[in-house]
Each structure stands twice: as structure tokens, then as C-alpha cells.
């Protein structure tokens, strides 16, 4: 199994407490989310319809869907409120220094 491969997505003073960013990472694109100091990333799109979280509402480490109000917890990207059944994909996070990298997705085996 080969390790993680990371790379620099956004500055962390980009990130300010309470607000989100989309991000390129690889060929997709994920939400980078400061909560209590932390850097959280998730994919950018909602898994119950098209609807780019970005533009939805973040309270606490929940983040709500422009489309339908459905929402996602950002640590473990598990749905909290339907219509979101499906969990969101989340990225692994490193800041070093200045700099926020995400792993890109590992392809699954199957």
C-alpha cells in the first residue's frame, strides 16, 4: 500500500474561522471549512443532488445544502438531515506552515 500522496490547495489564512472554500484537488473538487481552528475537507458537491456546498450554510461542524436544507457532518462527512442519506467523501488534511494540502482520493479495489 503506498502512502498518501499530498498537495498545497490553499493558503490556511484563506480559511477564516466559520467560512468555506472550494478547492481543485486532482480532477474533483473538495470544501476546505476552519472549525474551531480546524481545517476540514469534504466534497464539493452534495451526494443527494447537484447543489455545490460552498453556497449552503456552515453551523458548527455541520454544513447545510443550498437545495434542499440537507445536511452533512464536516469531520465525518455521515448525513445528519434528510434529504442527505449518502456520506460525503472527506479528504485528509495537513497545514504546514501557511500552506493546507489534501491527499488526493485513493481509487478504490473494486
Do not use: W
Not at 490547495?9 to 474561522?17: C, L, P
Not at 476552519?34 to 456546498?53: D, K, M, P
Not at 448525513?79 to 500552506?99: C, M, N, Q
Amino acid at each position: 500500500m503506498s502512502a498518501q500522496k499530498f498537495s498545497r490547495v490553499a493558503s490556511a489564512a484563506e480559511i477564516e474561522e466559520g467560512c468555506m472554500k472550494c478547492v481543485p484537488v486532482g480532477e474533483s473538487e473538495a470544501v476546505l471549512a476552519r472549525v474551531g481552528g480546524t481545517i476540514h475537507a469534504f466534497e464539493a458537491i452534495c451526494t443527494h443532488q447537484l447543489a455545490y456546498l460552498e453556497e449552503g450554510e456552515l453551523v458548527g461542524h455541520e454544513v447545510f445544502c443550498p437545495l434542499h436544507n440537507g445536511s452533512f457532518d464536516i469531520r465525518t462527512g455521515a448525513p445528519v438531515k434528510r434529504p442527505a442519506a449518502r456520506a460525503l467523501k472527506i479528504y485528509a488534511v495537513k497545514v504546514e506552515g501557511d500552506d493546507v494540502l489534501l491527499a488526493e482520493p485513493v481509487p478504490s479495489a473494486d
